[in-house]
T-cell receptor, first 114, second 116 residues
Framework: AQSVTQPDIHITVSEGASLELRCNYSYGATPYLFWYVQSPGQGLQLLLKYFSGDTLVQGIKGFEAEFKRSQSSFNLRKPSVHWSDAAEYFCAVGDPGGYQKVTFGTGTKLQVIP | DVKVTQSSRYLVKRTGEKVFLECVQDMDHENMFWYRQDPGLGLRLIYFSYDVKMKEKGDIPEGYSVSREKKERFSLILESASTNQTSMYLC???????????????FGQGTRLTVV
């Protein structure tokens, strides 16, 4: 069965600093991979996705993620964090076959300090 | 824009009540999903549906059922609500035609259910 691990529950960064959120997945083949963001009181919004091809994926709001098959990782990065990036971030893995079920990690809550 | 609408943002129900959570999407998506979100546990899949009248159990289906009589509407039913079902419930939909890259899910705003 597919699974996702986000090892960091909370991360605090200073505004303007760089950010990396970790994500490791378990899946038998190359999965579909996603990063979603959830602002307080809101639903989830897709930041970026990976299906195949270039392993460095660009998303919205200046985010990018890199798929590393050898490490089963899909880490999210941003070179300079803004206060508005404070939110909870979820990594997810999708099953390309079957019923296309999507499994989410437990989330990483990002705090941005001035 | 894809719109996924959940009928209530907040609900308070009593233990033992039958509870219906409604979700409607306007993009003709095949797949629809119900997740519950709890602190520290992320989103856990309760049920999903890949076609009208079709449903599959997710990871935590116990105590829940679903109904999909029309393509755009997917209902989550708590047959007899219990306090451990107090949670945030999120509905999502995706295209799901088998085409490449179709598992992107679009989410509703969520329903925060409190069972007292």
């Amino acid at each position: 069965a597919q699974s996702v691990t986000q090892p960091d529950i909370h991360i605090t960064v200073s505004e303007g600093a760089s950010l990396e959120l970790r994500c490791n997945y378990s899946y038998g083949a190359t999965p579909y991979l996603f990063w979603y963001v959830q602002s307080p009181g809101q639903g989830l919004q897709l930041l970026l996705k990976y299906f195949s091809g270039d392993t460095l994926v660009q998303g919205i709001k200046g985010f990018e993620a890199e798929f590393k098959r050898s490490q089963s990782s899909f880490n999210l990065r941003k070179p300079s964090v803004h206060w508005s990036d404070a939110a909870e971030y979820f990594c997810a893995v999708g099953d390309p076959g079957g019923y296309q079920k999507v499994t989410f990690g437990t989330g990483t809550k990002l705090q941005v300090i001035p | 824009d894809v719109k996924v609408t959940q009928s209530s943002r907040y609900l308070v129900k009593r233990t033992g009540e039958k509870v219906f959570l409604e979700c409607v999407q306007d993009m003709d998506h095949e797949n629809m999903f119900w997740y519950r979100q709890d602190p520290g546990l992320g989103l856990r899949l309760i049920y999903f549906s890949y076609d009208v009248k079709m449903k599959e159990k997710g990871d935590i289906p116990e105590g829940y059922s679903v109904s999909r009589e029309k393509k755009e509407r997917f209902s989550l039913i708590l047959e007899s609500a219990s306090t451990n079902q107090t949670s945030m419930y999120l509905c999502a939909s995706s295209l799901g035609t088998g085409a490449y890259g179709n598992t992107e899910a679009f989410f509703g705003q969520g329903t925060r259910l409190t069972v007292v």
